[in-house]
């Protein structure tokens, strides 16, 4: 099993300002670079629906989020990700319009979507912030879809509202600072008491999006894997609130290389007591809890990487056919075709797979691993590299902030690492192939 | 309070649009549709309405093709509670070729079978952009009109409403007894994105179907459009190094001056 995983979290800021850069920066680079952005009102309406919008409520769905998106997340990216700031208000604003609790029943406040749909709504989030993007999947993915699909009705009823309205920010706790893609070798443990009613937690844990979100206190609310028994494999799940004694913010990860707008942390649990009320799902049986979500939370990873390709293809194309050099669009050299249409290719390929493996994904069951960490595995690179080319299509725009991509290329870098390194994708794929596949589809 | 929306799909706002190789009209194939800004003001204040309880029911109205379900599913997203779709042959254009007048009259007739207290329309469209269709609907209605609304107040649930409309001048208020057709400005309200979970719910409300063709009312367009042409692309400027270049300028290149 793999898994590593940042979190994050982040305060408020005014809204981007372009400075001095822009002075020297020809029209067609601002504009190509910048979400449209014309005045602030909303869009509505398309078409129906196709491969990558299932539905039409799926359609209208993307259609509502990217609006959302240039209006409101693509404004303020550049200025929280400087800061290292956790946007709240914008993350509030993700409550408001029901995203936060897109695959929860509506009787919880979510909006009883599935895998394809929120996969759009990190695809169209990374497009414009992945940091903001990702605090989103700790808490909607991480968090809420987990305590969804594993928790009691009791439990939901108690943590899913506020959190799918955007009150509480929630994450969760696997990896540690010892353990990271060999999951199992997590020391953490929990002891039950003598009477069994409560238990007691102790260890740290490392890379917690959404840990902290002011930098001095832990985040509200966590899912905790621990340790619970002498077996590999004696693993359960807990919810451990903010301000439980012994629950600590150990220490908020400065200086990461990119999202760098989701606050990210060290968790120390110092004998926290928990109630029995406190453990999803079965005593060691925590592994199935993981199993369930880890899947969904690799196929909207893969959704973010295709979010930031999209864009900066967008950005490739927009630039090549404006910028000239020698007396020519660049677009008409050979070496600029070559980034823009192995990108584009690359993009569309990953897209495809990402959609195809979310339209069969079922959220309350497991037995999708293979393709789960395969779409990871290819999307996540695939926006690397795009990333990687657009800042050379770009030159010396590409690799300064204040256009976006130097942005997204060190944002990319994560979606290598975070919920399952390639190489626990490699590890896990081969396994699965080597033990259930003899012809491929 | 029953309260009727006018909702048109239209090219949408942000889009770059292009003229087709034959002239005709502006491209549409391939372009992205939205619903009218004007429209999604009215429809905007329709719910407003609602949330205030001054409004009992919101119907949402979209004349035109196959396509506009589309934008009657956002309407009923953004809070309206059932939907009208008067369905236009998909070979007429909604942007020239259903004209303002046809439009009034099929709104009439939708307005006559759902006994409506109140229309609220865009001021218009941003592709015909004739800003016809709210008067001539009031006038064949017989009903007051309050054109370009930039606020709207409820005096009396379907009796009275005070409108502040705005003119070249300045604003004007006016005293509108109900039933009667308000228009929407830009600056009414801000309307508001479609949430995930109104999205969901709008999938189960109901939109009737009508024909157009068969609402016995005529249809055929009174003008015919000759040929659609861009605006000319502006010429950048030069910057003139003083008046005397200027005004040598302005005679022998220009020749404006003697």
């Known amino acids: 099993m793999m898994l590593s995983r940042l979190s994050t979290k982040l305060p408020l800021a005014p809204y981007c300002r372009r400075q001095c850069l822009s002075l020297l ?6 504009q190509g670079l910048r979400l449209r952005s014309a005045g602030a009102r909303r869009r509505s309406t398309t078409g129906a629906s196709d491969f990558f919008n299932p539905t039409e409520e799926h359609q209208q769905l993307r259609e509502m989020v990217r609006s959302f998106v240039e209006n409101e997340v693509d404004p303020q990216a550049l200025q929280y990700n400087r800061e290292e700031k956790f946007n709240a208000e914008a993350f509030k604003r993700l409550g408001e319009l029901g995203l936060l609790g897109v695959t929860v029943a509506p009787q919880y406040g979510g909006s009883g979507m599935d895998a394809s749909a929120a996969c759009i709504v990190h695809e169209e989030l990374s497009a414009a912030d992945p940091a903001l993007c990702l605090s989103y999947l700790a808490h909607s993915m991480l968090f809420v879809n987990n305590l969804e699909q594993n928790g009691s009705d009791e439990q939901r009823s108690r943590f899913l509202p506020s959190a799918c309205e955007g009150s509480t920010i929630a994450g969760m706790c696997m990896s540690e600072p010892g353990a990271g893609t060999d999951v199992l ?5 929990a002891v039950p008491s003598p009477d069994g009613l409560s238990f007691k937690i102790d260890g740290a844990k490392m890379w917690i999006t959404n840990g902290t979100t002011d930098g001095l206190t832990t985040g509200d609310v966590f899912l905790v894997y621990a340790r619970t028994g002498p077996g590999r494999q004696d693993i359960s799940m807990f919810i451990v609130e903010k301000g439980m004694p012994g629950f600590e913010l150990g220490q908020k990860i400065e200086g990461k290389c990119g999202m760098r707008a989701s606050m990210t942390a060290e968790l120390v649990f110092d004998g926290v007591e928990v109630g029995r009320e406190s453990l999803v799902g079965d005593e060691n049986g925590a592994m199935l809890c993981m199993m369930r979500n880890l899947e969904i939370e690799r196929v909207t990873l893969a959704a973010m990487g295709v979010g930031i390709a999209r864009r900066c293809i967008e950005a490739m194309n927009t630039y090549g056919k404006e910028r000239k050099a020698f007396g020519s669009p660049i677009n008409s050299f050979g070496q600029i075709q070559k980034h823009i249409a192995d990108s584009y290719a690359e993009y569309m390929a990953g897209k495809h797979y990402l959609y195809a493996v979310a339209a069969n994904l079922d959220l309350s069951s497991t037995g999708n691993g ?29 690799y300064c902030d204040e256009y976006q991509i130097e942005r997204l290329w060190r944002d990319a870098k994560l979606l290598e690492i975070g919920g399952g390194t390639l190489e626990a994708h490699h590890k896990n794929m081969v396994r699965d192939l080597a033990k259930n596949m003899v012809t491929l589809p | ?26 491209e549409l194939k391939n372009v992205k549709m939205s619903m009218n800004p004007f429209c999604e003001n009215a429809m905007e204040e329709a719910v407003k309405l609602k949330e205030t309880k001054a409004a009992s029911e919101v119907i949402a109205v979209s004349i035109g093709p196959k396509a506009a379900k589309d934008t009657l599913r956002t309407a009923l997203a953004m809070g309206a509670d059932r939907g009208v779709h008067v369905m236009t042959d998909d070979a007429v254009r909604t942007d020239q070729g259903l004209e303002p007048l046809a439009v009034a009259g099929l709104l009439k007739k939708v307005v006559e079978e759902q006994k ?28 007051p009109q309050a054109t370009f609304a930039a606020k709207v107040t409820v ?38 994105y479609a949430t995930l979970p109104n999205i969901m719910k709008a999938k189960k409300k109901t939109v009737d179907v009508l024909t157009a063709a068969d609402m016995g009312v005529d249809l055929k367009p009174r003008t015919t459009v000759i040929e659609v042409v861009p605006p000319p692309v502006r010429q950048g400027g030069v910057i003139v190094e003083s008046v005397d270049e200027l005004i040598d300028k302005l005679k022998t290149e220009a020749g404006v001056l003697q």
């Open chain 1, 25 to 30: 920066v020809p029209d067609v680079v601002d």
């Open chain 1, 370 to 398: 293979l393709d789960a960490d395969g779409t990871k595995l290819y999307c996540t690179t695939m926006a690397k590299n795009v990333a990687d080319r657009a800042m050379q299509v770009l030159g010396g725009y590409g």
């Open chain 1, 185 to 189: 070798g997590m020391t953490t443990k």
């Open chain 2, 155 to 192: 005096v009396e649930a379907g009796k009275q409403l005070e409108v502040e409309r705005e003119t070249d001048t300045g604003t004007q208020v006016l005293s509108v007894p109900l039933p009667a057709v308000v228009t929407a400005d830009l600056r009414l309200n801000e309307p508001r």
């Open chain 2, 116 to 143: 409506v207290d109140l229309v609220l329309l865009g001021k218009q469209s941003i592709d015909g952009d004739c800003s016809q269709t709210g008067p001539m609907l009031a006038g064949m209605l017989g009903w």
């Open chain 2, 1 to 26: 309070m029953r309260v009727m929306v006018g909702v048109k799909r239209v090219v949408d706002y942000a889009v770059k649009v292009r003229i087709q190789p034959d002239k005709a009209g502006v």
